[in-house]
Nanobody, 126 residues
Framework: QVRLVESGGGLVQAGGSLRLSCTAS????????MGWFRQAAGKEREFVAA????????IYADAVKGRFTMSRDNAKNTVYLQMNSLKPEDTAVYYC???????????????????WGQGTQVTVSS
């Protein structure tokens, strides 16, 4: 079992930055691919970013490419999502997810993930 806890959400003005963190409990964190998803009010959850178990493959949704950066620190069992140039349309609950996988690619589909965090709210004001 893996427990994921997100933090770092909050209220920020458009153009600002936030860094989300997701810390995992349990062993073998380095063998997990990790992803970030988000869900805006009244909308379905959508993919934001993901990286594979060793961080050699990182992918982003087109809507965030060039503004968001995902990284991992296996020594701290933590992944990060640095969000710059935030827009009101980035407002959502952001979820961290984990998949036990040593595949070479980063998973994009929700169905690939085994564990989910509780989410952290990000609100971007205009």
């Amino acid at each position: 079992q893996v427990r994921l806890v997100e933090s770092g959400g909050g209220l920020v003005q458009a153009g600002g930055s936030l860094r989300l963190s997701c810390t995992a409990s349990g062993r073998a964190f380095s063998n997990y691919a990790m992803g970030w998803f988000r869900q805006a009010a009244g909308k379905e959850r959508e993919f934001v970013a993901a990286l594979n178990w060793i961080g050699s493959s990182i992918i982003y949704a087109d809507a965030v490419k060039g503004r968001f950066t995902m990284s991992r620190d296996n020594a701290k069992n933590t992944v990060y999502l640095q969000m710059n140039s935030l827009k009101p349309e980035d407002t959502a609950v952001y979820y961290c997810a984990a998949e036990y996988s040593v595949r070479s690619y980063a998973p994009r589909s929700e169905k690939d993930y085994d564990y989910w965090g509780q989410g952290t709210q990000v609100t971007v004001s205009s």
